[in-house]
């Protein structure tokens, strides 16, 4: 399965929106602590053998004891050598549970308030927006803070640990609105997550990685447990590896460590989670564990209270997650993805049971779906649990005659960078991919308010919220052949407005429509060049509704969010506004800046070509002339360059290949990075 960044980030996505169902497994007679590695092992191996992972690795700790350690895969393809206990990994997002306990650790010493405005302990904190002065840390915490999402820029760097991201993120949201009032909803959102890593770093005067250190590495003799900023041997870290680059890739930094920077191994992160179930009240009080647990979802517009595996407490992703529900057990869970490493926590705070299960490739929907079922099968064997329960089946659909209310319900609709435009025609609704894994199919009417897909595994409904708008929601189930099946419960459009555009305005955006526009400020070493789909920015305009990739056109340059979708679809919005320098035109989003296609040169024009002081990346296209040729580069050290083919797929990366030279795809592209006044000597062919 081929594996790209646009994937991966979409898995960051789907993971909070996920039920995980367990697979049913035949345990022969067998000693059971056999029984249940023999288990997990054949697991792994599944998923290693059929989703592109390299190497997985996990642990059970069951009351402070390491009652299952194993692994399948490879650290090293090339060596083949394998995975080990001590084998450490990026844990992504389930970090975010380590900044949320050390804010809590704050808050024990009577530092910090949790409902006190974040202002009080971040005192430069600012936005454009008058309400972000009612900003607190629990907002920060149950991602209802009303932030726009993610300020991913200069964050995924190969071999490179700067702090740009961390040190910029305060004057980047100076200049940027809220999406929300502050609690009304929660939709996840990282950015909170580096502000509670600030926070903890002005109230404690330490950085963020010598508190973790200080207060939670050393009292509990976490010896693996880093940042990207910490020292420790790097060959430690399992390799990583991407489709087209046949070899191990550098080591990835994760910049952004309070919301996703940690490494760590199994071992250690289940040992943590003793803390966040109250087993070292020396580190973290119960009460704060117990606030940790509460279901802070229910304070705002959420989907539904119906079985799901989102519902989020502080930090936690799941305060009450399934299938565990459905066995009267409550599970706390927290899933996490970079770019090449995933990861998830589940804990059992009731048995003090935990499992952490982390990977090189693939995605923590994987290591979600195996973590539950292990878990499942551990309880069943310690007898806490009598059966598990199977998968769902489905049948197709019997459509009925459809009320004519429910017609009122066609129109527009939005999510983060699209719009559709929804019809109903005698009781069937065409949709698109929702939820990142239900294909595009119609949907028939079946009765109850609802639509139902021809296999019958997927459900949308219109739902009318108490914030006065609707939405469009999805109940559906996917299986995934060997590794499990999981339940998707979220809402995936929000019902928008027709926005009419004076003659003008029309024209202007029209000219933009189906453009292209190329990131400027992203570092050489980001791993973003593995696949240019965040850097590049494909603008598509709705001219008869008056919106631009979801966002409401204000005039001939401003385009502004215009979504407020909780749990996940309306996490990461944005504003489009647009620039011109020296008769060029420049997308700027987010502080970041972008170049139109209209801008870019052929290569066979350049020879030598220097990072100006402003730094910028420089982009380039493949003519007649350039197509098929070699390109050889003579690279400055701080500097690099990526190709691209006609789709988009990289041809050659040189920060990840160690190569200088390739040949050159017709219509591809190629972008050179690198420090203010490094120079590129360019030749093609036999110059």
């Not at 994937?7 to 929106?17: D, N, P, R, T």
């Not at 697979?23 to 989703?51: C, F, L, P, R």
Request: glycine share 8%.
């Amino acid at each position: 399965m081929k594996r790209s960044v646009s994937v991966i980030i979409a898995s960051v996505i789907i993971i909070s929106m996920l039920l995980v169902i367990p697979i049913t497994h035949v345990i022969g007679n067998k000693d059971h602590k056999d029984q249940i590695k023999e288990t997990a092992h054949n697991m792994a191996s599944e998923i290693v053998s059929k989703y592109d992972v390299s190497g997985i690795q996990y642990a059970i700790n069951d009351n402070g004891t390491i009652t299952l350690s194993d692994s399948a895969g490879v650290y090293d393809k090339a060596t083949k050598a394998p995975i080990t206990k001590d084998t450490m990994f990026g844990i992504g997002s389930v970090s975010k549970m380590y900044v949320t306990a050390a804010t809590m650790m704050l808050v024990d010493s009577h530092k910090v308030d949790l409902d006190k405005p974040l202002t009080t302990y971040i005192k430069d904190f600012s936005m454009s927006d008058e309400r972000y002065k009612d900003i607190t840390p629990r907002m920060l915490m149950n991602h209802s803070s009303g932030l726009y999402g993610t300020h991913y820029g200069n964050s995924m760097l190969f071999d490179d640990n700067d702090t740009q991201n961390h040190d910029e993120l305060l004057e980047k949201l100076q200049t940027s609105r809220l999406k929300s009032k502050p609690g009304e909803y929660s939709v996840y959102c990282n950015d909170g997550f580096q502000l509670l890593e600030i926070l903890v770093e002005r109230v404690s005067g330490l950085s963020y990685t010598d508190f973790l250190e200080t207060y939670i590495s050393n009292p509990l003799n976490l010896n693996s447990t880093k940042t990207p900023l910490d020292n420790f041997d790097r060959q430690r870290l399992a390799k990583t590896y991407f489709p087209t680059i046949d070899k191990a890739l550098p080591v990835e930094n994760a910049n952004v460590i309070g919301a996703g920077g940690l490494y760590s191994t199994a071992e250690e992160l289940s040992k943590f989670s003793e803390v966040l179930t109250g087993k070292h009240t020396n580190i973290l009080s119960e009460n704060s564990v117990k606030l940790m647990q509460s279901p802070e979802y229910k304070k705002g517009v959420w989907v539904s209270d119906e079985t799901n595996s989102t519902n989020y407490g502080l930090g936690w992703d799941a305060v009450n997650l399934a299938p565990f529900n459905e066995y009267g057990i409550t599970a706390l869970s927290k899933g996490g993805d970079t770019i090449l490493y995933h990861a998830d926590l589940i804990a059992i705070p009731e048995y003090n049971i935990s499992i952490a299960v982390l990977s090189s490739g693939g995605s923590s929907i994987y290591n979600t779906i195996f973590a539950s079922n292990v878990l499942l099968e551990y309880l069943k064997d310690k007898g806490i649990i009598k059966d598990i329960l199977p998968d769902k089946t489905f049948e197709p659909p019997a459509q009925v005659e459809m009320p004519s209310d429910l017609l009122s319900y066609a129109g527009l609709y939005g999510t983060v960078d699209s719009t559709i435009n929804i019809e109903i025609n005698n009781g069937v609704i065409k949709l698109p991919e929702l939820g990142g894994l239900i294909p595009a199919q119609p949907y028939v009417y079946t009765g109850n308010g609802e639509f139902t897909s021809s296999d019958g595994s997927a459900v949308v409904s219109f739902d009318n919220q108490t914030n006065g708008k609707t939405y469009l929601k999805l109940h559906a189930y996917a299986d995934f052949p060997g590794v499990g099946q999981m339940a998707i419960v979220t809402y995936e459009y929000q019902k928008l407005d027709t926005n009419p555009l004076n003659d003008t305005t029309k024209e202007v955006w029209k000219k933009r429509n189906g453009k292209k526009y190329y990131a400027l400020d992203e570092k050489i070493t980001s791993i973003f060049y593995l696949d240019p789909s965040i850097l590049i920015k494909n603008i598509s305009v709705d001219l008869d509704h008056g919106y631009a990739n979801g966002t409401k056109i204000m005039n001939e340059n401003k385009a502004v969010n215009a979504v407020e979708i909780p749990i996940m679809a309306g996490r990461d919005v944005f504003d489009l506004n647009f620039y011109e320098t020296e008769q060029e035109e420049y997308l700027e989003i987010d502080g970041f800046s972008y170049i139109s296609e209209d801008a870019i040169k052929p290569i066979s024009e350049e020879k030598t070509l220097t990072i100006k002081p402003d730094g910028y990346a420089k982009w380039y296209k493949t003519d007649e002339k350039s197509t098929g040729q070699t390109m050889t580069v003579d690279v400055p050290a701080s500097g690099g360059f990526a190709v691209y083919d006609k789709e988009g797929t990289i041809v050659n990366f040189s920060r990840a290949s160690d190569e200088n030279s390739v040949v050159l795809p017709e219509d591809g592209l190629i972008v050179f990075g690198g420090n203010v006044g490094d120079v590129f000597k360019i030749s093609l062919g036999n110059e």
